[in-house]
């Protein structure tokens, strides 16, 4: 059965247990269609395309 050789410190836990291995926050493209900012690798909200083509139908607002 593994069992640890010392006592593991409070501060050597706690360094392991936070949050500073996270990543960034992620980056944002600009839609080649309607230049609105979106997600990388995502359809933009505003038009609806993705690659090129509309895959989603957005009504316009009045």
Known sequence: ??????K?????RDKRRSSVWK???PSIV???GCGAYHLPHRAC???GKYD???VIKVEESK
Request: with cysteine.
């Open 1 to 6: 059965m593994a069992v640890p050789k010392s």
């Open 8 to 12: 593991v410190s409070r501060q050597r």
């Open 23 to 25: 990543l960034e926050t």
């Open 30 to 32: 600009q839609c080649p």
């Open 45 to 47: 909200r505003a038009c």
């Open 52 to 54: 090129g083509r509309e």
